[in-house]
């Protein structure tokens, strides 16, 4: 079956970095578009980075300039680089794959990994 695995959350202080990553499995990662949302708590969650196949990016206004979506086909891996991290960006990350980003999310999610910023 299709799986998606995340890595990478954990805590940070402002200012710091961090890279989430996901590894998918069971379904021919090349042909799919791929996004990763976030979920703040008592909020909804939201689209934060995605990439069509053909390679176009779409970042929230939240996170332009400080987070970069990129994938690596050989590893069927999607990755997201977290710049200048606040303490605003703490959530839950979700993998997603499927989807007519930005406007709806895929059917296929990981299990989120949680970022936490703060001093």
């Known amino acids: 079956q299709v ?36 979920q703040a708590p008592g909020k909804q969650r939201e689209l934060a980075a995605s990439m069509l196949i053909s390679g176009d ?23 997201l680089f977290t710049d200048s991290l606040k303490p605003e960006d703490t959530a839950v990350y979700y993998c997603n794959m499927g989807g007519s980003y930005p406007h709806q999310p895929g059917a296929y999610w990981g299990q989120g990994t949680q970022v936490t910023v703060s001093s």
Request: aromatic letters at 16%.
């Open 3 to 38: 799986q998606l695995v995340e890595s990478g959350g954990g805590l940070a202080q402002p200012g710091d970095s961090l890279t989430l990553s996901c590894e998918v499995s069971g379904i021919y990662f090349p042909l799919w578009p791929v996004a990763w949302y976030r």
């Open 57 to 79: 990016t779409y970042y929230a206004d939240s996170v332009k300039d400080r987070f970069t979506i990129f994938r690596d086909n050989n590893k069927n891996t999607v990755s």
